[in-house]
C-alpha cells in the first residue's frame, strides 16, 4: 500500500476525515482507509463512516480469501473425490458481489462517481487548485 498524503481542503468545500482508525479494522488498512475518505472528500460525511468500515472489513476478508487462492488453488476435491470450486473461492466471490455494490454506492468506480456527482466536487477542487496557481503566480 502507498503512503497516505492528504489533499489539502479546498475553499467552499467541506471535508471530513474522521480524527480515529476504527478498533475493528486491520493495522494495514490504515492508508486505504484515509485514502477513500481523502477521495470522497467534499461528498462523504460522517454517517459514510459505517459503510466505509464495512467496505474495508470485507476487502480485508476479500483479499484474505485471495491470498488463500494463491496457496491451495481454486479448485479442490470434494466430499466424493469430485473437483469442486474452493471454499476459498467461494467466499472470494460473493464478497467481490459485496465490494462492487459497496463501492458503486462510495462512487469508488468513474460510472457510480459520476451517478453520485463525486465528479463535479473532483472538478470543483481541480479548478479552486487552478485558480489558486493562477493567483500565486500574480
Not at 29 to 36: A, E, H, S, T
Request: proline content about 5%; aromatic content about 8%.
Amino acid at each position: 500500500m502507498t503512503r497516505h498524503t492528504p489533499s489539502a481542503p479546498t475553499k467552499g468545500l467541506a471535508r471530513y476525515i474522521p480524527n480515529h482508525y476504527p478498533d475493528t479494522l486491520p493495522e494495514s488498512y490504515r492508508d486505504l482507509w484515509l485514502d477513500i475518505w481523502d477521495y470522497g472528500a467534499g461528498l462523504y460525511t460522517v454517517r459514510d463512516s459505517l459503510t466505509i468500515e464495512k467496505y474495508i472489513k470485507l476487502k480485508a476478508r476479500y483479499d484474505e480469501a485471495q491470498e488463500l487462492i494463491d496457496l491451495h488453488g481454486l479448485i479442490e476435491e470434494g466430499s466424493q473425490g469430485q473437483r469442486v470450486p474452493s471454499a476459498a473461492f467461494r467466499v472470494s466471490k460473493e464478497l467481490a458481489t459485496q465490494l462492487q455494490a459497496i463501492e458503486d454506492r462510495l462512487g469508488l468506480s468513474p460510472r457510480s462517481a459520476a451517478e453520485i456527482g463525486l465528479n463535479k466536487i473532483k472538478g470543483a477542487k481541480a479548478g479552486a487548485e487552478l485558480e489558486k496557481l493562477k493567483n500565486k503566480g500574480s
